[in-house]
């Protein structure tokens, strides 16, 4: 793909979820000032019905037996626990809604709540880093939401798996024929 002089349309244009990922992952320092960037999306009233937690070293092996309690059968289990050592850094993505808000609806708070993690994703590509959102029954297991401290308010919606993309690891992806995904109503042209 031909960069352009847009270096925004360049970070979206090539930014690609990244299934394997290594060190480094982005420090805590430029974690928290990229977070402060991606709390711009747009976000009706200003909620921020979202927050993060993040899990690294020792704390992703901890966070893997919860997800194997979680598992149904012992196979899935010892799966289960390796999948957070797939990356150096967990964003563990909780939405955290506004209820009967006056003006903000609950699936308003959502979309802010993905438009900033979409927003995030874009900024850790743009700053040399990698990402994909994971998901999976997990996100409503009563031993994740302990371990995480998710409330009884709050919704997991996943894992921004964080750090460096591995070098075999770099896909193309063909432009969408975005014309028959626009419709259009205007005079005059």
Not at 143 to 148: E, G, N, S
Not at 152 to 165: A, F, K, P, S
Request: aromatic letters at 4%; proline letters at 9%; hydrophobic letters at 40%.
């Amino acid at each position: 793909m031909t960069r352009s002089a847009n270096p925004v349309l360049d970070s979206v244009l090539t930014r690609r979820s990244a299934p394997r990922l290594t060190e480094p992952a982005p420090g805590r320092a430029d974690l928290e000032r990229l977070v402060q960037a991606a709390a711009t999306a747009p976000d009706h009233g200003r909620l921020r019905p979202w927050r993060l937690v993040a899990v690294s070293g020792d704390e992703r092996a901890r966070l893997g037996d919860a997800l194997g309690e979680a598992a149904e059968t012992p196979e899935r289990s010892r799966r289960a626990a390796g999948k957070p050592l797939r990356a150096p850094l967990l964003l563990s993505i909780v939405h955290r809604p506004v209820p009967d808000h006056p003006k903000v609806p609950e699936w308003e708070q959502l979309a802010a709540t993905t438009g900033m993690v979409t927003t995030l994703s874009l900024l850790l590509h743009s700053h040399g880093f990698a990402s994909i959102w994971r998901t999976g029954a997990a996100i409503q297991a009563p031993q994740v939401h302990k371990y995480l401290g998710v409330d009884d308010d709050e919704q997991l919606l996943g894992w921004l798996y964080v750090g460096t993309r591995c070098a075999s690891d770099a896909a193309d992806r063909r432009p969408l024929d975005t014309p028959p995904r626009i419709t259009w109503h205007t005079t005059g042209n």
